[in-house]
C-alpha cells in the first residue's frame, strides 16, 4: 500500500466494506420480495477486527513510551560540525579514503543511512555536531563542493552526555577499519581522564574492554609526534608493532636517539613524496627507530681510529653516547706519547664532526 500517511490512516478509521446499491425494479415487472442481503464474510470481519486490535496496539505502545518515533532531519553540513571527542581523524579523511562512501551515495541519490547528531546551544556558526558519522559528514560536505549541490546531511537528534556520547562513537568506530589503532589509542587517552577521573579500570568497564589491552593502547597512545611523523601516515601505526616503539620511549638513554632518527626518516619521507616515490614501509620504518639506540653506540673504527707510521692502528674510539666516549690506546703501535696525545685530540675532533661530542 503506497499511499501517504495520512491517507492510511483515513483508510483505517473508515469502514472497511461499502454499502452496495440497490438496482431500480421496472414498473413492467410485478413487485418481488427484497432479495435476502447476503451474509457478511467472515474473513472479512476476522481482517477488520485484526486491523483494529493492530492500531489501538500501536497506538498503546506509543503512548507507554515503549515505541519512539525518530526524527531524521535533512540538515547543511556546514552549519554541523564534528564532535572533538571522535576518534576519526577529520583532517586526515581525502577524497580517495571516503571514495567508496562518495560513489554510494551518488548512486542512491543521497545519503541513506542517518548519522548521529545532538544539539549544540551558544555557537552561532553551528547548530548540531556529529557523534557518530564523521565519514558520511565529509562525503556530503565534498559532494556539494563538487556539483552536487542539493545534498543533505541526513541525521537523527539524540539527546547524550559527553560519557555517553565517547561510548556510541567509540562502538562505531569499533566496526571501521579505517580507524586507526593510533586514532583510537589517542581517544581513549583523552577520555581516561575527560570521563573516567584517570581510572583505567573503570573506563574498560564502561567500554567492556580488556584491561590489559585497554593498557597497551594508552600506551602507543603516548608516542610523541615526532615519532609518528617518520610514518607515511599515522594509520600505519598499529598496536601490535608499535608497543614495543613505546615502551622505548620509556628509556631515558634510548628516546634521544629515536627521536633522531625519526627525524631524519621524516625527512626522508617528505623527500619521496616531493619526488613521487613510494613511502618507506612502516615495517622498515619501525626496525630503524629501534636500532637507533644500537646505532648510536656504532663500532669505534667507524667513528674514529688513528694509524701509526708502523702501520698499526695506535688509538680508536670504542663507543660514544650521552654517557661518553670510550677510547682504546693499542698496544705495539710504535707511538710515541706525544703522538698518542695528538691523536686523542683528533679524536676528539672527529667525534664532534660526527655530533657525538663529549662536551664537559
Not at 12 to 32: C, K, M, T
Not at 98 to 110: K, N, P
Not at 125 to 149: F, K, Q
Not at 298 to 327: C, E, K, Y
Amino acid at each position: 500500500m503506497a499511499r501517504k500517511q495520512s491517507d492510511y490512516l483515513a483508510a483505517l478509521l473508515a469502514d472497511d466494506v461499502e454499502e452496495e446499491s440497490v438496482p431500480e425494479v421496472s414498473a413492467a415487472v410485478a413487485p418481488q420480495a427484497p432479495a435476502p442481503a447476503p451474509a457478511p464474510d467472515p474473513r472479512m470481519q476476522r481482517a477488520r477486527g485484526t486491523t483494529l486490535l493492530g492500531r489501538e496496539s500501536a497506538l498503546a505502545r506509543v503512548a507507554s513510551g515503549e515505541v519512539r518515533q525518530v526524527t531524521q532531519l535533512l540538515l547543511d553540513p556546514a552549519k554541523v560540525r564534528v564532535w572533538a571527542g571522535n576518534a576519526r581523524s577529520y583532517e586526515h579523511l581525502s577524497e580517495a579514503s571516503c571514495q567508496e562512501l562518495i560513489d554510494s551515495i551518488v548512486a542512491e541519490g543521497g545519503q541513506k543511512v542517518p548519522a548521529v547528531v545532538r544539539r549544540i546551544e551558544g555557537d552561532p556558526d553551528y547548530d548540531y555536531e556529529v557523534i557518530a558519522g564523521t565519514r558520511r559528514h565529509w562525503s556530503i560536505s565534498w559532494l556539494r563542493a563538487h556539483s552536487y549541490p542539493e545534498m543533505m546531511f541526513v541525521a537523527q537528534v539524540a539527546q547524550l552526555d559527553d560519557e555517553a556520547a565517547f561510548r556510541l562513537a567509540d562502538l562505531e568506530n569499533r566496526a571501521r577499519k579505517d580507524v586507526s589503532d593510533l586514532e583510537r589509542a589517542r581517544n581513549y587517552a583523552a577520555a581516561l581522564k575527560s570521563h573516567y577521573g584517570n581510572h583505567q579500570s573503570r573506563m574498560a568497564e564502561r567500554l567492556k574492554l580488556s584491561k590489559g589491552w585497554l593498557s597497551k593502547m594508552l600506551k602507543v597512545a603516548s608516542l610523541p609526534d615526532a615519532v609518528v611523523a617518520a610514518f607515511a601516515s599515522p594509520a600505519e601505526v598499529q598496536l601490535k608493532p608499535a608497543y614495543p616503539l613505546a615502551q622505548a620511549m620509556d628509556d631515558k638513554l634510548a628516546a634521544p636517539a629515536i627521536l633522531r632518527a625519526a627525524k631524519a626518516l621524516a625527512t626522508e619521507q617528505a623527500s619521496r613524496a616531493k619526488t613521487g616515490s613510494p613511502a618507506l614501509p612502516a615495517a622498515e620504518v619501525l626496525a630503524r627507530l629501534l636500532a637507533a639506540p644500537r646505532a648510536d653506540e656504532a663500532p669505534a673504527a667507524s667513528m674514529f681510529s688513528w694509524i701509526s707510521d708502523h702501520g698499526r692502528t695506535g688509538l680508536s674510539v670504542v663507543s660514544a653516547n650521552r654517557q661518553g666516549a670510550t677510547v682504546r690506546v693499542h698496544a705495539g703501535s710504535g707511538a710515541r706519547i706525544e703522538e698518542l696525545v695528538d691523536a686523542f685530540r683528533e679524536a676528539l675532533v672527529a667525534l664532534e664532526e660526527q655530533g657525538k661530542g663529549v662536551r664537559p
